[in-house]
């Protein structure tokens, strides 16, 4: 819903006509407005590359690379971002049976 707002107001739809149409509090529309993209977001898409480049690698080994690449960044923003994402380690086959990798 705050997707189809947020494109009716580039059309420059009014926000009396919208508060119309949603039934929604106009303080809500102008929160809505005032929301940007992250302020991580070469961050959260450098995880998502070193996450799809090894797929082997948790959290613990990306905030290791995004070190290693230059970042500093708290390993507990590394999570939230990864968990955020909703990312999870691949994992192995052994001769055993099904292992998470180390």
Known sequence: ???VILSM???EVKVKRLKELF???KSSFHEMLKKKEP???FLIER???IAFEFPFYGYRRIHIALKRD??????KKVYRIYR????KRMLYQSEKGLEYSS
């Open 70 to 75: 230059g970042f500093t960044i708290n390993k």
């Open 84 to 87: 955020l994402l909703n990312l």
């Open 1 to 3: 819903m705050k997707t």
């Open 9 to 11: 107001k580039k059309l």
């Open 23 to 25: 039934d929604i509090p």
């Open 47 to 49: 995880i998502r590359k």
């Open 39 to 41: 302020k991580d977001y």
